[in-house]
């Protein structure tokens, strides 16, 4: 199946869709950028995928960096989006585009720490668990349907530094799972509220 991938950053997850992508039966099309200094964007590189920048400041609107973004897709044909650590809120134009083919992985468990910093904000809260959600995209942010959730325990030694690597292991193993179950055509988003893994609401 063909896909893109959107990053704005050091793009651990991208590797790991990269070192998996023919198992798990996957054609990384382009990977696409709102940074031009986004190391991931070398990892595509060294891999031979072709890179696409999309600088914001050259848009005066959400509305029209999300149509210019939404034409270097379709011009791809890509069956799935994939964001991996892609840091701009994409606007409802764009949700609606494509909607159902968006996949999202936000390290958290949601609907606990929607946003940012995250890892912060668990030991903050005293959190004595932490982890990782893949989730469909819908036009409220990070509150698509979750797909799937894997757990950390935070030990009181841990830092943002521990517990973020710790949350990027899991992170690694289970995004390439359900883009699998997507490639497989076994994933479908029936709602804005609802998701399906073989037929069966998850
Ligand atoms: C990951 O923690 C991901 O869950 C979040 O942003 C981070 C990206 O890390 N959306 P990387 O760029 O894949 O290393």
Redesign the pocket.
């Known amino acids: 199946m063909k896909a893109v991938i959107l ?8 590797q790991s869709i990269i070192d998996n992508a023919d198992r798990i039966d996957l054609q990384i099309c382009c990977v696409i950028s709102n940074n031009k200094n986004a190391f ?1 964007l070398k990892r595509a590189v060294s891999s031979k995928i072709q890179t696409s920048i999309i600088d914001p400041e050259l848009f005066n609107s959400k509305e029209a960096f999300d149509r210019e973004l939404i034409s270097i897709i379709n011009q791809h044909g890509v069956a799935l989006i994939i ?4 840091m701009r809120v994409l606007t409802p134009l764009f949700v609606s585009h494509f909607f159902g083919k968006i996949l ?4 958290s468990l949601l609907p606990r720490f929607p946003g940012l910093n995250t890892h912060q904000k668990a030991i903050d809260a005293s959190e004595k668990t932490h982890g ?1 959600t893949v989730h469909f995209v819908t036009k409220e942010l990070d509150a698509g349907p979750i797909i799937i959730q894997e757990t950390v325990s935070i030990e009181s030694s841990d830092t943002v530094k521990t517990l ?1 690597d710790k ?2 292991k899991r ?1 690694h193993v289970i995004y390439s799972k359900v883009i699998h179950w997507y490639t497989q055509r076994r994933l479908k988003l029936v709602n804005d509220l609802t998701a399906t893994l073989d037929g069966k609401i998850i």
């Open positions: 990053i704005s950053g050091n793009g651990s997850n991208l991931g964001l991996a650590g892609y999202n992985i936000h390290p990782v973020s949350v990027l992170e």
